[in-house]
């Protein structure tokens, strides 16, 4: 039926962010409230009722309810198993709100969520092999392989950013070193973007940061587009790394096409122009095809449309 | 029915070995032959041929033929898309046997069919996701995820052993350096084996291989199992490169078993016990679970076998 639709929330470290997203992917009403940090679940629960609430102002049928989370997401029980930022009191998410609201609940890693919104309603939708990363402040990454998300045994899989490249480099979060999230996330370029003011003084980096401190990548970005050279190799070297892991990527998957999204990918030309050629120019020398490499067009709403989609999927 | 059988053939770079394999693994009947480099579509018909004569020997009822062969396979359509050692002459290789024999024929890539036969007969039975890595003279990846194998879009997927860990590494064959198979491969331990013991003349790997352009990994394995310290010392760094290879494999699959496979795995305990230090101490560090790393059961059948099973279930 053409009313047909599911509620998407997708969970972040700050905000948890829901809507009601109609079978054609359109967002008909949002909320968003501050994540409470040691009670994730609570936080998820007030998004869907008042959303559920919302409902008949929407006109639609709603079928079910997704949830997009970072960590391990043991998909089938729609438990969190591993939470980097959040604790979310009560871990069994989908029995927690299926006792609230009278609507199936399907759980998932955020990033597959939001491949499979890509695979859906976005840039890749058709692609039945598709890999989407999201270059925010780590590397979320999500598969899609033969039209089903990769989840692996525990629902630990798809932890792409935690692949080691360069087994002496920067240490991560995660306990190793020289993941890809170390090398080319927001945290990898604002890290470099610092030791390059450092060394460069009079790099528009530190005027646009103020200080040395509060560099983030957004600032390495600005300057960057202003053609600062300090800014500009920052981002190309961070590049150069994206196109490793993504040639990586490709040589485990064999994709139609690669999505990249998340707040890093704004940073443009150097950036994504450095990972492209060193990407094809690996691709080109192992005779392989070239693959699609595509900016995603659903913007800030990929992980609420993910996890609708994902509601949407398993329910029909 | 109890009788059930398949053909499985295995297209190596030397010989092409095919069976008649029950429905519970037994291989009942082998032919082997040079495979002819120029003509490898030729060494297959040569032995379906000569297998499907034999049949009635054997009593069985023989459903379909299973070929796997290295390189790029386009599953559907049976073809060869790419192969790094022997030219096909008729790429076609399903509809070339299909048109000389009336069975059914199914063609994948060999290690993708070595997993679905470690999946259907071997140490990996029933775990709907394993991994399997063969290391040979290269190192081959099979992946069965959520029952299915990955092939990706084009069937140049689960190339695994040309992941690169080590940017600034051994060259290889592929065109990057160093991918996984120039770290831990039996090319990668010979190879450093003869800098070993060019380092080390008095090693006992130069003894066994009579000169330093002779050794192969074999020796490095022989001497390191008497207590050779330069050898001992060549296979743990290769065991500790599989180790960082393995975790990444397991951030991205999640298997519930990976599987090892081919010749290196026999230099044993220097090499597979740094492995799984290195392996566990990364997944410790991460907080991951311990993952099954097993050994393959079933030896040098594992072509054959694997080829068999997956002509069993796509004709069943």
């Not at 989908?94 to 990033?111: F, G």
């Not at 030791?195 to 530190?206: G, N, P, Y």
């Not at 200080?211 to 800014?231: K, M, P, Y």
């Not at 190799?233 to 990249?260: C, H, K, Q, S, Y």
């Amino acid at each position: 039926m053409s009313n047909r639709a599911a509620i998407g929330v997708d969970v972040g470290g700050t905000t948890t962010k829901g809507g009601i997203v109609s079978s054609s992917g359109e967002v008909m009403t949002r909320v968003d409230i501050p994540t409470e940090v040691e009670a994730g679940t609570k936080s998820v629960i007030s998004v869907v009722e008042e959303l559920t609430q919302r409902i008949p102002d929407t006109g639609s049928d709603v079928a079910a309810i997704g949830i997009g989370a970072a960590g391990f997401v043991e998909h089938g029980a729609g438990r969190i198993t591993f939470s980097p930022n959040i604790s979310y009191g009560d871990a069994q998410l989908k029995s927690a709100v299926e006792s609230r609201v009278d609507l199936p609940v399907t759980v998932d890693n955020d990033a597959n969520a939001a491949a499979w919104g890509e695979y859906t309603f976005g840039a890749a939708r058709g692609a039945k092999h598709l890999a989407l990363l999201t270059l925010g402040t780590g590397i979320g990454s999500g598969f899609v392989v033969d039209g089903r998300v990769l989840r692996g045994f525990t629902g630990a899989g798809a932890e792409f950013g935690h692949t080691v490249i360069d087994p002496t480099g920067p240490p991560c979060q995660c306990g190793l070193r020289g993941c890809v999230e170390q090398l080319c996330s927001g945290q990898a370029v604002a890290r470099e973007g610092r030791a390059a003011a450092e060394r460069d003084r009079q790099s528009s980096i530190l005027t646009f940061a103020g200080s040395l401190d509060a560099i983030t990548a957004e600032h390495v970005g600005r300057a960057a587009r202003q053609f600062d050279e300090s800014a500009r190799e920052v981002l190309r070297n961070a590049g150069t790394m994206l196109g490793i892991a993504l040639a990586n990527l490709i040589n485990v998957f064999d994709p139609e096409v690669v999505v990249l999204a998340g707040g890093v990918i704004r940073s443009g030309e150097p950036m994504l122009g450095s990972a492209r050629d060193e990407l094809n120019k690996r691709l080109t020398a192992q005779r392989r095809r070239p693959t699609r490499l595509d900016v995603t067009v659903l913007g800030k709403d990929i992980g609420i449309l993910g996890a609708a989609a994902l509601a949407l999927a398993e329910s029909s």
